[in-house]
């Protein structure tokens, strides 16, 4: 389908109001003005001030607006495709880089890190050892985590369980991780304004449009600069430190948990989290089981039939 964002004005969006109002759909979209249905194509106006247009005339549509903000430019088909966005040189510049950790744990928080790392810190950091959290041993997470928050600055998010919870029926997992990294870098980058990244670099966890409709939707929105691709931790040290600080933090919330109820919680979602949330449910119930484990999981019911 032909979609076009533009962004505009509130005058401007005031105009659009009244000049499509005879075509203003009766349909609540999360932080959308209003959308309209003119012939073939939808418009959505959201209250940040983008407007999507979407299908056969959208372009035409959206020129009577305003400018088309340029879209990224599309990966090639190829196997290392998703990278040909990226900037050539983009392991050597001063980048803030993002990355979550916890999202397939059913125990345990969401931990969100963006982290700064410019053109100076690159070799220390390197020095450091710091590198895919995965190569890492735990104990060898934490000893670097505190290492690289003294070195370079940082924004961490922990979102628990039981606010995971409250938050989860009304944003699906995508949508939450999309408004977390947002909400990171938007932090960070208040942190260390004036300065400014070079590039804003973000460990791909869903396809790029994705993200942009999510982010379209948040207050503080930041979406320059961007770019996305798997395994960034590979592409950056950025990405690599945020990495390694959200699995510190994710760790130390476990280790926490694991202490005020008096039994050992895993990572992950597998066998044994259905047998330790089973414990947890014999000794206080779903009550209890709420501050610790990401509900929605299909662990929870097996639990309950373990009960
Ligand atoms: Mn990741």
Known sequence: MNTVVIKVSQKVMSQMKEAYKGNILNKKVPHSAFVVKKGSTTITAYTSGKVMFQGE??????????EEIPKKKKPSSSK?????????????????GSDEVGNGSYFGPVTVCAAYADKEHLSELRELGVKDSKA???TQIRQMAEKIKELIPYQLLVVNPEKYNQIQPTYNAVRMKVALHNQAIALLLEKIAPVKPEAILIDQFTPEANYMKYVAMERTMVDQ??????????????????????RASFLDELDKASTELGMTIPSGAGAKSDQ?????????????LRNYAKLHFANTEKAQKLV
């Open 57 to 66: 005339s959208a372009q035409r549509e959206a020129a009577v607006w305003g």
């Open 80 to 96: 290392r495709g998703a990278n040909a966005s990226l900037p050539e040189n983009l392991s050597q510049l001063s980048v803030l």
């Open 136 to 138: 890492l041993t735990d």
């Open 225 to 246: 600069r961007l770019y996305f691709t798997t395994k960034g931790e590979q592409y950056h040290l950025a990405v690599a430190a945020a990495s390694i600080i959200s």
């Open 276 to 288: 330790v949330a089973a414990d947890i449910l014999r000794k206080g119930g779903l009550e209890l």
